[in-house]
């Protein structure tokens, strides 16, 4: 690679960068790692009969080849996916604590009663807080709230691995 100059050595490693960021958190760490060196290997290659530009524009889309590659060598754990969904998962719950907990507010201003706690499972349930009419506190990191964001990360990491398997059956 050394023969090759400095701008198609930058094109070939921003090509391969591009395809090993999108298998990154989806296909295993060993296979990524042979797949970097393949590619890189191959594009050298490739960059001294035709040039560094025509051999990457000759690989296609490169998102399309990372796809390719994720289909073919994804492991058991798609931890991109699985941060995607506990991502989801705990703001749908924070903002379901800030909702009832501005109803809660709300309901004391409006009955004119006094500052109140309330709470849903005591200490465990993601909401709980106190209300009065100037202020409201929200519970944010209840162990509630860690048990279904991890249990979002480990639906959304396994779904398509449970769903290849049930097609398959």
């Known amino acids: 690679m050394s023969d090759l100059s400095k701008k198609d050595r930058m094109l070939i490693e921003l090509a391969v960068h591009r395809v090993d960021n999108s298998l990154h958190a989806r296909v295993p760490r060993a296979r990524r790692r042979q797949i970097r060196d393949e590619l890189r290997s191959n594009l050298s290659e490739a960059s001294r ?17 990372a796809k390719s590659y994720i289909e073919l060598y994804r492991g058991a754990w798609d931890i991109r996916a699985g941060s995607w969904f506990a991502l989801i998962a705990y703001a749908a719950i924070q903002g379901l604590s ?26 465990f349930g993601p909401f709980s807080g106190s209300a009065s009419s100037h202020s409201f506190t929200v519970t944010i990191g209840s162990p509630a709230l860690v048990l279904l964001t991890a249990a979002a990360f480990v639906i959304g990491s396994t779904y398509r691995t449970l769903l290849r398997a049930r097609r398959r059956s």
């Open 49 to 65: 009969q035709v040039g560094a530009e025509e051999a990457v524009r000759q690989l296609g889309d490169l998102r399309e080849l």
């Open 98 to 123: 800030l909702v009832i907990s501005f109803a809660f507010s709300a309901g004391v201003v409006a009955g004119g009663g006094h500052a109140a706690s309330y709470s849903l499972w005591s200490w």
